[in-house]
C-alpha cells in the first residue's frame, strides 16, 4: 500500500482543477447568475477536494463534476426559492412602493428559453447537457446516472419534444404582422 505525500494529492487536485474549472463554469453560468455560479464552483472545486480519492481519472473527472455541481445547483436553487417565498411573504404584508415590469428580448434563444421552460425539467436540463455542455450519451449517462442507451434514447425524446414545442409556439408559416402606416403593394 503506497502513500500518497500532500505535495502529490495538491498536484492532482490542481490537474483536475484545470481539467475541470471551465465546463462547470459554463455549465453553471448558463444556468444561473454569476455570482451563484461563482459560489456554486467553489463548492464544486471543495468537494472534489475533500472527495480527491473518489473522483475518476481520465475522461470521467468532467462529468462526474457535473453531478457534483449538478447537486450544488440544486440546492441553491431551493434556498433561493424558499428565500424567494419569504420575500413574497414580506412583500405581502408590506408592498414596496412600485413595482418594475420586466419584459424580455425577442429573438430566437428567448423562443428556445421559452419553450425549454416548457418542456419537463429532466428534458430541459438533459438538453442544456447535450446543446450547452456539449455532453454526448456516454458522459449525459454519467451524469444522470443511466446507462448510455438510455441517454441516447432520452435526449432524442427530448429533442423530439423541444421541436413540436417550438412549432407549436411559432407564429404560422407566411403570417406578416401589420405595421401602423404601411401600404399594400398590390393596391
Known sequence: MSTVT?????QRFRTLAEQILEPVRRYLVRR???ATADDVLSETLLVCWRRLDDVPG??????????????LLANAQRAERRRGRLTAKIIALDPP????EFEPA???AHAVRDALTRLRRDDAELLRLWAWDGLESPQLATVLGIS???AALR??????RLKTELLTSAPPAGHVEAEEGSTDARR
Open 106 to 108: 425577442d429573438g430566437d
Open 148 to 150: 448510455a442507451n438510455a
Open 155 to 160: 435526449l432524442s425524446r427530448a429533442k423530439a
Open 6 to 10: 500532500d505535495a502529490e494529492r495538491e
Open 58 to 71: 481520465g475522461d470521467e473527472a468532467v462529468p462526474w463534476a457535473f453531478v457534483v455541481a449538478r447537486n
Open 32 to 34: 444561473t447568475d454569476a
Open 97 to 100: 412602493a412600485s413595482v418594475v
